[in-house]
């Protein structure tokens, strides 16, 4: 069974930046898409940031101040967070995708005080 295991959440001020890392267990040269996913409260599900080979696509409300990265030799995939403000207040849940299968992270809290 793969897993995808989020850490790096938590309380932050608004301007602040904080990482989160998502540890898998197998190799992420295996899955054609990885990224990052937020639900804030009472919200939706959304994307934060999608892998491909081909590059990385962001939401619109994170463009410019998010970056996602990858250690493929740790298996591991990062989304750093800058200027936070406290719309990004949400649990953030890291995905990876083949094609037939779709995987997720137990999810981490990140919350943003104003």
């Known amino acids: 069974q793969v897993q995808f295991v989020e850490s790096g959440g938590g309380l932050v001020q608004a301007g602040g930046s904080l990482t989160l890392s998502c540890t898998v267990s197998?190799?992420?040269?295996?899955?054609?898409?990885m990224g990052w996913y937020r639900q804030p409260p009472g919200k939706q599900r959304e994307l934060v940031a999608a892998?491909?080979?081909?590059?990385?696509t962001y939401g619109d409300s994170v463009k410019g101040r998010f970056t996602f990265s990858t250690d493929n030799a740790k298996n591991t995939m990062y989304l750093q967070m800058d200027r936070l403000v406290p719309d990004d207040t949400a649990v953030y849940y890291c995905?990876?995708?083949?094609?037939?299968?779709?995987?997720w992270g137990q999810g981490t809290q990140v919350t943003v005080s104003s």
């Open positions: 995905n990876g995708a083949t094609l037939t299968s779709n995987y």
């Open positions: 197998e190799s992420i040269d295996n899955f054609a898409v």
């Open positions: 892998h491909t080979i081909t590059g990385t």
